[in-house]
């Protein structure tokens, strides 16, 4: 490890020698001075691991020859201080050298469809719009339904949920995928357990600059609103309709009762869907590619396990298997959400760091 810090302080001195002469070409210059500008943050950060370090090897030997219990608890306080420093810069450094996704601090559009399993499936899938749901209470965000269709035995077909709030996206972006459910559904009437699926989409909620559209691609139509909300909605078109005419894809938006408000708020909801399918045809050309963010909603490919007669949930991105399925489904999602996060970092970090 110190030959690669050794790399990064050779680079970063043939910068500081580039950048102080005349050599250098004006429209290079702003690239080098990003290099430069980063290679001297992760020193700053590797010169403070390694002081913090130190010192906790100091406190080490001191404790160890001190026995005095008041001077040991002091050095046990000051440890647990010189601990937590040390964790914070550690993640300093290593979101620095192995970035996050850039567009972890967004909100996002949530969506869930039912899968396999008919009704049943239609029902898990408002489950999971409760804890999501209940989840977004919790964290402070501000959750709204875009889109939604109903069954008849009040279960969800699809639903979208916009998220705002801070960190989202890097919050919930493991969620993506098949969620598969296993319990007696409350249509059987001979008790068997039976499995159904629904499928998780969590998009980035984007800018414009991060996406530009058309608008000659697109085909916009209006309706009446259905579902909840009175009157309005059975009288007025408020409810609109943007179909991506070169892709395809197609967004709806009812939750406003202004047609101008669902029209914002569906563009920004086709801008996540096309920068989405942008990265996944990016990444599916690459060697490490990630799972498609949906798969086809069949048994087989899951994410999550919902276990209700053991009251058990298992995560299979990470192997994780909690004995409290209740209180997850009632918006308690931290201690999953952690442990996804932690080893995204860890995988992060296996990835090397290039030195130009």
């Known amino acids: 490890m110190s030959s690669q810090w050794e790399k990064i302080q050779e680079r970063a001195n043939k910068l500081s020698e580039l950048l102080s002469g005349t050599s250098v070409e ?23 691991v390694d002081r913090v370090q130190k010192k906790m090897d100091e406190v080490t030997r001191q ?15 000051e440890m647990q201080e010189l601990q937590e420093e040390l964790n914070l810069v550690t993640a300093e450094l290593d979101d620095i050298m192995y970035p996050p996704n850039p567009y972890d601090k967004k909100s ?81 009437t001979a008790g068997r357990i039976h499995t159904s699926t629904a499928t998780v989409a969590v998009l980035p909620e984007v800018d414009e600059i991060d996406v530009n559209i058309n608008p000659a691609d697109l085909r916009i139509d209006v309706y009446r609103a259905g579902g909840a909300g009175g009157q309005h909605v059975n009288t007025t078109d408020s409810a609109v309709r943007i179909t991506h005419i070169p892709t395809g894809v197609v967004v709806t938006c009812q ?44 048994r087989a490919e899951k994410v999550r ?32 959400v952690d442990a996804l996060r932690e080893h995204d970092r860890l995988e992060r970090r296996k990835k090397p760091f290039i030195i130009a």
């Open 255 to 298: 939750d406003e009762r202004s047609q101008h408000k669902n029209k914002t708020k569906a563009l920004k909801m086709l801008q996540s869907r096309i920068l989405s399918a942008h990265e996944e045809k990016q990444q599916a050309q690459m060697s490490e590619a990630r799972k498609e963010l949906i798969g086809r909603g069949m």
């Open 26 to 48: 004006s429209k290079d210059r702003h690239n080098l001075q990003k290099e430069f500008s980063l290679l001297m943050t992760l020193l700053e950060k590797h010169r403070t």
């Open 63 to 77: 404790c160890a020859d001190n026995t005095d219990p008041d001077m040991v608890e002091l050095y046990d306080q």
């Open 305 to 336: 396990t919902y276990n209700y007669p053991q009251n058990r949930i298992t995560d299979h991105q990470i192997d994780l298997t909690l004995k409290k399925l209740d209180v997850i489904m009632a918006g308690e999602l931290d201690e999953i």
């Open 108 to 188: 996002v559009f949530l969506e869930i469809r039912s899968g396999t399993g008919g009704q049943e499936a239609a029902l898990f899938a408002g489950d999971l719009l409760t804890l999501y749901s209940n989840y977004a209470i919790s964290k402070g965000w501000k959750a709204t339904v875009v889109s939604f269709s109903e069954t008849d035995l009040g279960g969800i077909r699809d639903v979208v949920l916009h998220i705002e709030g801070k960190d989202v996206y890097g919050t919930l972006k493991f969620e993506s995928g098949v969620h598969r459910v296993q319990r007696v559904p409350k249509t059987e």
